[in-house]
């Protein structure tokens, strides 16, 4: 099964690339099959990761920011990858 967490921040306003800098420089205790990095408007970064474990599996994931770079709490969810056509 293939699980993918994903992690979303919002800096606070013109911090974005600091915010961007800070995630891609962010190690995990593991190595995933995949990790992808985005950045949106409103100084917002996502991150994706993709492992190859169950929906409850106990995963790394990234952390908060430290200090002022966020102006809210990072929202995080897990996904399943579900076949086509399933």
């Known amino acids: ?10 800096a606070v306003a013109g911090r974005g690339e600091e915010l961007l800098a800070w995630a891609r420089a962010q190690e995990l205790a593991g190595r995933p099959v995949r990790r992808e990095t985005f950045r949106a408007p409103q100084d917002r970064v996502l991150v994706i990761t993709w492992w190859d474990a ?10 908060e920011p430290d200090g002022g770079l966020v102006s809210r709490a990072v929202h995080r969810w897990r996904f399943e990858a579900v076949p086509d056509g399933a």
């Not at 169950?54 to 952390?63: F, H, I, K, T, V």
């Open 54 to 63: 169950g929906l409850d599996a106990d995963l790394p994931e990234l952390p």
């Open 1 to 10: 099964m293939t699980v993918a967490l994903m992690w979303e921040a919002r």
